[in-house]
């Protein structure tokens, strides 16, 4: 898709690549320089990202197309509790810094993960995802598919292809 069709990416890359998880956490994050604080208040907490860019075309990452690594520290305090929690979250891109900032890569992060609980949402409520039974092999996997197409706008398309249309007759 990069080079076909011209087309960028951010990739969250979470736990279940770990060796790519591993590369990013090791690399030398203290040392960057192009960083962007962001804080907001909303939802009965408060929350400060430190999102930090990493120029990576020459520390060996092996992942196609990268050039940049991101860094976002996120501390979250809870008004009502007092509870803080600390999440840290690895991206890459194949944006330039030229092309992205650490302000507009964490806006890109945060974007992305808003479509992805909108997502887990929809698909909790409508399928009931959270309280499935299906938990072995690729069961999982398949229903996230089916689940996947059938909210696909040419879900019909594939329902009635090489059917005769019933509005003739």
Known sequence: MVEEKKAHYLLVVKGNQPELHRRLRSLPWKDVTARRYDREMGHGRKETRVTRAL???????????????????RYRTDFKTGAVSRQTIYAITDLTSHQASPQRLGQLARSQRTIENRLHFVRDTTFAEDASKIRTGRGPE???????LTRSPDFATVLLDGLPCLAST
Request: charged share 10%; aromatic share 4%.
């Open 55 to 73: 120029t990576v075309t020459d520390l060996g990452l092996d992942f196609p197309h990268a050039v940049q690594a991101v860094r976002i520290l």
């Open 142 to 148: 398949n229903m996230a598919t089916l689940h996947n």
